[in-house]
């Protein structure tokens, strides 16, 4: 972490070096129910503008199947990165 002072840093590692079960967390509860997380509430990817070519076809279908036919591509985009970093880690 950037920006910690030398007491600061020490205290970080005193506590990661303590033992689970020597965490006091009676103030706070741990979390078992997640159903009403928010995923990417918090998380917000830098966006960067760009100009690419596609066929005119398929930014049609995107235009015509969503008003907001750049975020669903850039989410196709994102799944497609996914699963090839997924399929890169399998083949290690």
Not at 34 to 46: D, H, L, M, Q, T
Not at 62 to 81: D, G, M, P
Request: no cysteine; proline share 3%; aromatic share 8%.
């Amino acid at each position: 972490m950037k920006n910690l002072s030398g007491k600061q840093q020490a205290m970080l590692e005193r506590l990661a070096a303590l033992p689970d079960q020597d965490t006091n967390l009676s103030d706070q509860p741990e979390i078992l129910d997640w159903s009403n997380a928010e995923r990417g509430k918090f998380y917000r990817p830098v966006k960067q503008s760009v100009t690419m070519r596609v066929d005119a076809d398929v930014l049609e279908w995107f235009k015509s199947n969503n008003a907001k036919y750049q975020s669903r591509i850039n989410q196709v985009l994102r799944e497609f990165v996914q699963q090839q970093r997924k399929a890169k880690v399998v083949k290690r």
